[in-house]
T-cell receptor, first 111, second 114 residues
Framework: QQQVKQSPQSLIVQKGGISIINCAYE??????FPWYQQFPGKGPALLIA???DVSEKKEGRFTISFNKSAKQFSLHIMDSQPGDSATYFC??????????WGAGTKLIIKP | EAGVAQSPRYKIIEKRQSVAFWCNPI?????LYWYQQILGQGPKLLIQ????????DSQLPKDRFSAERLKGVDSTLKIQPAKLEDSAVYLC????????????FGPGTRLTVT
């Protein structure tokens, strides 16, 4: 019940295309859903986050879509660029503030 | 604003040896986290400090791992003795306060145990 399941494990997208990464959770107590971006040799960095009272949040080319009834959320990267090539992690948290992490998606944007 | 600092960046040791990692969080951040990230996996929380007190160390293998944050600022994580399965990146993160969801991560220390 503590798991966050992330898919796909890896993703190759052409430059200018849309990258979509999905996550699913079981624990309905989760109330914070962030996405982190990690480049090789660096620590994860917060990209965008959402709370379950909204169904979508957009920041620039990055959008989180949240489906509370299905217990799923996804990251959409519009107009994907080679600089977006990185590993993306979804996570979830509840009142004790510990992040439960997905396994990660390695995204490659082909020029 | 300076980020989370960690040292060393890389360490190679033999099994059964000991190793220590150091972390200096962002100035003013009360909450400090140590994570273990095995290749191809998401980070796993080892221990969480609020100032110099431990909030959660339930996933810390206490027979070989120890951590301290004596003055509520920087922190050290020690492994003694190391095992092959401890090979991983050890990430330190900090947040302004407990209850502040956003965590800021350092670059990590890549540990290889041979």
């Amino acid at each position: 019940q503590q798991q966050v399941k992330q898919s796909p494990q890896s993703l190759i997208v052409q430059k200018g295309g849309i990258s979509i990464i999905n996550c699913a959770y079981e624990n309905t107590a989760f109330d914070y859903f962030p996405w982190y971006q990690q480049f090789p040799g660096k620590g994860p960095a917060l990209l965008i986050a959402i709370r379950p009272d909204v169904s979508e949040k957009k920041e620039g080319r990055f959008t989180i879509s949240f489906n509370k009834s299905a217990k799923q959320f996804s990251l959409h990267i519009m107009d994907s660029q080679p600089g977006d090539s990185a590993t993306y992690f979804c996570a979830a948290s509840y009142s004790n503030y510990q992040l439960i992490w997905g396994a990660g998606t390695k995204l490659i944007i082909k020029p | 604003e300076a980020g989370v600092a960690q040292s060393p960046r890389y360490k190679i040791i033999e099994k059964r040896q000991s190793v220590a990692f150091w972390c200096n969080p962002i100035s003013g951040h009360a909450t400090l986290y140590w994570y273990q990230q095995i290749l191809g996996q998401g980070p796993k929380l080892l221990i969480q400090f609020q100032n110099n007190g431990v909030v959660d160390d339930s996933q810390l293998p206490k027979d070989r791992f120890s951590a301290e944050r004596l003055k509520g600022v920087d922190s050290t994580l020690k492994i003694q003795p190391a095992k092959l399965e401890d090979s991983a990146v050890y990430l330190c993160a900090s947040s302004l306060a407990q209850g502040d969801y956003e965590q800021y991560f350092g670059p990590g220390t890549r540990l290889t145990v041979t």
